[in-house]
Nanobody
Framework: QVQLVESGGGLVQAGASLRLSCAAS???????MVWFRQAPGKEREFVAA??????????QMADSVKGRFSISRDNAKNTVYLQMNSLKAEDTAVYYC??????????????????WGQGTQVTVSS
């Protein structure tokens, strides 16, 4: 099973930027990599997904982050990134990355992933 380790979280002011990283211990070719987040008292929610193609990866972003967040991956490093710009207080949450085989279907927003990281806290002060 792939081990995932997130990093890059922190405390920032509204309007600032952060870049989260998630490094996988094994090869992620053929896998979709995603970011979810969970705020206190709320359910875990989908943030972004990216497939493994180096030439034309497929991206999917939650409506709440479109235009502010972007997802990318470096297949050579087995790492996925989440660039977060124009952060808002409502972005405060623990951010998790996850991975599964792309053959598992295209419902990337369902939290049915094989491996999850331990999470990294993002706190945005208003």
């Amino acid at each position: 099973q792939v081990q995932l380790v997130e990093s890059g979280g922190g405390l920032v002011q509204a309007g600032a930027s952060l870049r989260l990283s998630c490094a996988a211990s094994g090869r992620t070719h053929g896998s979709v990599m995603v970011w979810f987040r969970q705020a206190p008292g709320k359910e875990r929610e989908f943030v972004a997904a990216i497939t493994s193609s180096s030439y034309r990866p497929y991206y999917q972003m939650a409506d709440s982050v479109k235009g502010r967040f972007s997802i990318s991956r470096d297949n050579a490093k087995n790492t996925v990134y989440l660039q977060m710009n124009s952060l808002k207080a409502e972005d405060t949450a623990v951010y998790y990355c996850a991975v599964r085989d792309e053959r598992g279907g295209t419902n990337y927003q369902s939290p049915s992933y094989d491996s999850w990281g331990q999470g990294t806290q993002v706190t945005v002060s208003s």
